[in-house]
């Protein structure tokens, strides 16, 4: 039944019957939040055990150090960015561990460039007249948000299904100068889903670029967090701009946030040799070091790489079910109306819902009064401004299963009474 194709007189019946349950919906009184990728009570309780690690007189690395106190290692325990070289595809040498926060290392990465400029720099970024930075969209409204802080320029590029739509960026990169980098979530884009695919990952890395310093901030937050069976593996960013003569294009950034403890977890970074000793330069001037004990806690827990693996499992045990019922009930209640798409991610956080142009904000707005949250429409583009009004990032991950199952379900139905409301008021 689309709606578009519907006599007015059905429509306005439709209509009036959506909004019937809709009231009916609303006055159940619900609160449910989809608004941020949270991992739930139930994940973070698979990581219970390291609240008690590293444990009474375990305090020593296997190095010989004594974590509780000051020590060298700038670039975080050896034993623990051993954990995650498969992660982050590079050499445990090409590897700086942080603080809990990955977002953390991004910012004071674009602070360094703005200050110092990076290796490949003419000068500090911050004495050009204008850095521009590509923004695939929708994407990472935290991303968005530094730049907008630092006064950077933001270019918005659309996603095609497999990563940004290269023909846009190849362009603009190599014509003009002021574009010095780009955002990627390569591996389940926040919120789209995509995973780019192999040839995405070649181009980017062999791309000419007006700019010497042009710059992939990789933020692979969602490499190891499969749901499907089928999931796409990512090519490495670091090895493809090796081989094609850009070692210092990519830094590539993860975290253990949604892994472990989302507030106690471990950033971490990976680049080219020259772009490592640059960052650990002025990380150095910045702390002496991030939390060893941490940093030792999760070496404990984890143990190895297969540790890892076997939790991100208990993950999709938990996650993937929901993810599951947000589908079932979306593809029950807006299947064949014309009233939205939506993504079906392999992997990751969120699902990407595309309501009717000019609907995201009724649709947000009408779920807000029904008790659901979401995150503002239009967040998921540069400067908060979806041009068609149209992207809801949908996070199931934090309610319990029941509650997304409730909020899938409001969230339908807003989407429909959006839609109905707009296509009556189209034909007047």
Known sequence: MDLQTLPTDSLASFRDRIHGRYQEFRARGLTLNLARGKPSAEQLSLCQELLALPGKDDDLSAAGDDVRNYFGEAQGLCETRALFTGLLGAPIEQIILGDNSSLAIMHDVIVYALLFGLPNSPKPWSKEEQITFLCPAPGYDRHFGICEGFGIKMIPVPMTGSGPDLNVVEA????????????????????TGDVYAEETVERLAAMPTAAPDFT???????SVHILTDDAPELANVLEAAERHG???RPFVFGSTSKITLAGAGIGMAASSPDNVTWLLRHMGRRSIGPDKVNQLRHARFLKDQDGLHALMKAH??????????VHAMFSELLSGT??????????GYFISLDV???CAKRVV??????GIAVVPAGQTFPYSQDPRDRNIRIAPSFPVIAEVEQAAEGIALCTLLAASEKVLAERG
């Open 172 to 191: 603009l990169a190599a014509e003009d100068p002021t574009i010095r980098g780009m955002w990627c979530v390569p591996r389940f884009s926040n919120p």
């Open 216 to 222: 992939l901030f990789w933020d692979n937050a969602y």
């Open 246 to 248: 850009n070692p210092n």
């Open 316 to 325: 999709r045990k938990i996650l993937a079910p929901k993810f599951e019922r």
């Open 338 to 347: 014309g009233a939205a798409t939506w993504s079906e991610p392999t992997g």
């Open 356 to 358: 009717m142009d000019g």
């Open 365 to 370: 707005s009408l779920a807000k009064d029904a």
